[in-house]
């Protein structure tokens, strides 16, 4: 994604390679000031593609953290570091694959760092460390635990009656850690094809229910949450197979989510009942896309570029407003800020007057 922060904005890329059909060797952080797009700073890094498939577009994968005057980076080939923010210095590093023994990820690293009280946790991968929690000034690791196997989904921090707990959407299955020292409070069931969880997981206090889905042939869940005493129980309250998020966001309004459902063939953008996981509603209207709610409306940005600003009910959705904005593959969910919305797709990078 872009991050946005004042006046800057803040991004990663792999170049192009001068060889057609070939990916460069490294991968960029970019610096860009917001009102003019203009590179302020780049920061490159060695990132072979050797070993690493790119069949759906080379990485970066990740989205940068922002703490303080750091920004915290997660690279294709499990490269972790910490830049100042305002020159793209590099402050410290680590190798996940080299210090670590961590396995190579044959499609490249896709989960963002996250911040939890003053330490970043980050995957590492592979026995007893699927989650790192690192110091952000020097570096050091503070404590390593877990032993969810890897998917490309980011951890996520919910709070469960009162305890914060880290939900890590693994290729096998859903977990909860206590970010203070990773120790496992519970786990549930959800292996895909290929142990690819993309989409990330949706919390909602009120109700306690966790909402996911995965395409590869699993589907969508939801389980209630409870804790007392520092034991959570885990309630499956539905599944179902015909609902599949690919690479999109889900945003649940009341008692509906809105997503967009498909594997390998046509998305259509789906209204599901959380309390039920019945669909509510299909539209074939747009293509895999990714979805923004704000100001009471829902922006869409498909994969085929189509921006469309719409309203949307458990009994339908109504487009506002629809262009043609980006040209190459599309699968970064947008930014907005005000009344600006900067997106990208594999080439380019732009901001848009939504006022």
Known sequence: MVLAEGNRLYSMYRPASPARGRFAQEEVVAALDATTGKTIWEHKYSSPTAGINYTE???????????????????????????????????????????????????????????????????????????????????????????????????????????Q??????????????????????SHPHKTDWGLNISNPVWSPSDHLLLFSSAYGTGSRALELRQASGKTTVAERWAVNRVRVHIGTIIRLGDIAYMSSGDFGPAFLTAVNTKTGAIAWQDRTFARAQLLHAD?????????????????????????????????????????VGRTLYVRDRQTIAAYDLS
């Open 296 to 336: 009471g409306k829902l922006l869409v940005l498909d994969e085929d570029g189509t921006l469309a600003i719409t309203t949307v009910s458990p009994q339908g959705i109504k487009v506002l407003a629809r262009a043609q904005i980006l040209e190459n593959r599309a699968w970064t969910p947008p930014t907005l």
């Open 165 to 186: 707990q880290l939900v890590v959407f693994g290729g096998d299955r859903i977990a909860g850690m206590d970010p203070a020292n990773g120790r496992a409070l519970w």
């Open 57 to 163: 577009g080379a990485g970066p994968h990740a989205t940068p953290l922002i703490v303080g005057h750091r920004l915290f980076v997660v690279g294709s080939r499990r490269e972790f570091f910490a830049l100042d923010k305002n020159s793209g210095k590099m402050l410290w590093s680590h190798d996940f694959m080299k210090e670590y023994a961590a396995p190579e990820i044959d499609r490249g690293m896709a989960n963002s760092p996250l911040l939890f009280n003053n330490t970043i946790l980050v995957a590492i991968g592979g026995k007893g460390q699927a989650i790192g929690a690192f110091n952000p000034e020097t570096g050091a690791l503070i404590w390593k635990a877990g032993d969810v196997e890897y998917s490309p989904a980011s951890p996520i921090l919910i709070g469960v009656d009162g305890q």
